[in-house]
């Protein structure tokens, strides 16, 4: 990347030169006249109307906050992928960039105000064939794939194992984001689990479609790269095996480790003993604390031979604890103040991330940074997917492991269901829970009564997120085996619902009784309102994603506490690794 393009010359870094402006609050770029004529032109910052006029000087031009209608620094907007960033000024935009996770890698380094058209250019971007959902709403949980490659690119990388291997998922963590985006659960997939990966349509360089057939009892980590695997094939095989939609994926290589450690001032850690792995990582270091960057970072989140028993989910482990150090280090203080933090970070992001089309642009990673921005660390969950070891693997030779069923399960089905694992969260809670367990007292009372005729129950059938079909199903099951004549399927619902749910007015108590008793439907379902319904006036029955079939007892809520084995650590928690 030359000078100009980079928005610097002669040596003069741009993050050196961000001043705050006591007039408006807000941090500008001042640069030497000479970088200033070898930069593109770019828009004048406004000048505050107290500000003194120069009319014999022409003031050098810095890189102002984009205002609602201006271009993006730089000059005008590329291809329509400019972000408008209107108001909010300097605060909003820094919790938008400071508040992204650090393993997202993120996107939310990226400052998406700056150098825009610059960091949409350093990003990789991949057309995943339909592998995620292609985007994620507001109203609904998020799911993104994080995966690190232990591709050898970049400079100095080589040197580490094989460096002609094309890479794999040699580091995959799914991050389920809650619905109301108060918490987030980050689950490691390990690399070694034996797991069958799908067929996986892959988008050739020329256009064209390439279906890589499926693979049957084999490593997770072979589900990228190998046969010319993407990282769609990844988000297949995440999804086949937990059963959890991924909406995006972002990859990174080696390089993502040590830049983005050196661009945020080191991440601290803790050793509880000093480790010397001469045979793997080359990672020595001391017990103690220290705070580490570039390739001793890489060592350590690479290290095999220095902590636990030696074995990959002992490095995982280790690796939920550096990118727990390096969340809390990138909403510190330190880093939310700091301008030359912010352009180092958007730099070593953009350029070490590999993202899917869905998110390929500043504009797009901003939107799920500002998703994203809320998230207290303490109710940031690391987690590893139950494994044991690989029973068909011969005593004494065990290098693989197969999904613990009896921890998995209801682990994976709390996430499913978007259920927090942390402590904090489910105390925060209690108080609803309290008023939660009222009112299903108060519904249980409402299901104690009369029953209406099958013949004079009203009701509306939705699909607000069952199984295709559901609807229609039911309608035929009602009118045909349950005397429910007076009853229509209405097609999809407006919205999608967390579970099935029958709506009535206090009137039509005893038809929701009696199709409460034909559906199964436990008091919970029941949404009783306040005014009374006219004769006419059908129940409103929506269908959500615990439905199976009508007549069959829904399926049961996700559990609420985690087996005790399962490991979890919080990410506001600073652990001295082992």
């Not at 200033?36 to 031009?61: F, H, L, N």
């Not at 002609?164 to 799914?174: E, F, K, N, Y």
């Not at 985006?181 to 050739?204: E, G, M, V, Y």
Request: with cysteine.
């Amino acid at each position: 990347m030359d000078a100009q393009s980079r928005g610097r010359a002669d040596e003069i870094d741009p993050a050196d030169q961000w001043v705050l402006n006591p007039r408006t609050g807000n941090y500008e770029l001042r640069l030497a006249d000479s970088a200033a004529q070898a930069r593109p032109k770019v828009t004048a910052p406004r000048r505050s109307p107290s500000a003194p006029s120069t009319p014999t000087k022409p003031t050098t031009p810095g890189v102002p906050r984009p205002r609602r209608g201006d271009p993006p620094p730089g000059g005008g907007r590329r291809g329509g992928r400019s972000r408008k960033l209107g108001g909010g000024g300097r605060k909003k935009a820094l919790a938008i960039t400071g508040g992204v996770v650090a393993f997202l890698l993120v996107g939310g380094a990226v400052a998406g105000y700056l150098y825009y058209d610059h960091l949409n250019g350093n990003l990789s971007v991949t057309d995943v064939a339909g592998a995620g959902t292609g985007g994620f709403k507001k109203d609904q949980p998020i799911n993104i794939l994080v995966i690190g490659t232990d591709k050898r690119t970049g400079a100095g990388n080589e040197n580490y194992g094989d460096k002609d291997s094309v890479g794999h998922a040699d580091t995959t963590i799914l991050f389920h984001v809650s619905k109301d985006r108060t918490n987030a659960t980050a689950l490691s997939i390990p690399r070694d689990l034996i797991t069958n990966i799908p067929a996986c349509p892959t988008k050739q360089p020329d256009g064209s479609t390439k279906t890589i057939a499926p693979t049957r009892n084999t490593r997770f980590n072979t589900s990228l790269g190998q046969e010319g695997r993407d990282a769609g094939c990844t988000m297949r095989t995440v999804k086949e095996l937990t059963g959890i939609e991924v909406d995006h994926f972002m990859m990174a290589d080696f390089n993502a480790v040590k830049t983005l450690s050196t661009a945020v001032g080191g991440v601290p850690v803790c050793l509880d003993k000093a480790v010397n792995d001469e045979e793997g990582s080359h990672l020595k270091l001391d017990a103690g604390e220290h705070r580490l960057e570039g390739e001793q970072a890489l060592a350590f989140v690479r290290t095999r031979h220095g902590f636990g028993n030696n074995s990959d989910l002992d490095r995982i482990r280790i690796q939920q604890q550096f990118l727990g150090s390096m969340m809390r280090e990138m909403k510190s203080k330190e880093t939310l103040t700091s301008p030359k933090k912010f352009l180092s970070l958007a730099e070593a992001a953009t350029k070490s991330l590999g993202v899917d089309s869905g998110i390929g642009s500043i504009g797009k990673l901003t939107d799920l940074a500002g998703e994203l921005k809320g998230i207290d660390t303490k109710n940031i969950t690391f987690t590893t997917l139950p494994v044991k070891d690989n029973p068909a693997e011969p005593e004494g030779k065990k290098a693989t492991v197969v999904v613990e069923k009896s921890l998995a399960d209801p682990l994976l089905q709390m996430i499913r269901g978007d259920v927090s694992l942390t402590e904090v969260e489910k105390k925060e809670q209690a108080a609803k829970e309290a008023a939660d367990a009222n009112a299903k007292a108060k519904q249980d009372a409402l299901l104690q009564g009369n029953r209406a005729a099958a013949a004079d129950v009203r009701v509306s059938v939705y699909n607000g997120g069952g199984p295709k079909g559901s609807a229609s199903t039911t309608l035929n099951w009602l009118q045909n085996s349950k005397g429910v004549s007076k009853s229509s399927n209405d097609g999809n619902a407006p919205s999608k619902v967390d579970a099935t749910q029958l709506e009535y007015a206090p009137n039509q108590a005893d038809q929701a009784r009696a199709l409460a008793d034909m559906m199964g439907l436990p008091a919970t379902a029941l949404k009783v309102g306040t005014a009374d319904a006219s004769a006419k006036t059908p129940m409103k029955l929506t269908l959500g994603p615990d439905f199976q079939q009508p007549g069959s007892p829904l399926t049961p809520a996700a559990p609420q506490q985690l087996p005790e084995d399962v490991q979890q650590a919080q990410a506001d928690k600073a652990i001295c690794a082992k």
